[in-house]
């Protein structure tokens, strides 16, 4: 698959959407995923995708977004690849706040490690869509 179309998929997964993709054109339909959006906002758009893949049931299909588990184990997995111990203590502590995502992503934004990090929670939210895919797929 192509990899503009990955990566189009993961930044809409990335971003709390659910993900409708056509197995034969490609094209990619997408809502906010009402778990985490108010649904309310966006019914229109939801509306709009669902009667689509409906429409051509065969044809869609369903990526939801991973499990915060499973995003948390990638950064997890990730900091463990950090060799500077300060900033790895750093990055642990901010795991083990209330606040995981969030200090995680301000205190590696705010270090030498960022575009380290993008390009490997990209590579690994990579394989994630084509192991789902892999499932799915016939």
Known sequence: MDDAILFEIIDLLDSGEIVYLHRQTKEILSYPDPQRWP???YIDLI???KARAVAEPDQFVVLDPPDPRDAFHIMEDFVFTVEDEHLR???LEALDS???FR???STVED???CDAWYDFKDARMKA???????RVWD
């Open 47 to 49: 509306e709009s995708a």
């Open 98 to 100: 209330k606040k995981p």
């Open 103 to 105: 200090y995680f992503r």
């Open 39 to 41: 649904e309310s906002e």
């Open 128 to 134: 994630w869509v084509l192991e789902m895919l892999a």
């Open 111 to 113: 270090s030498p490690l």
């Open 89 to 91: 203590t750093r990055l």
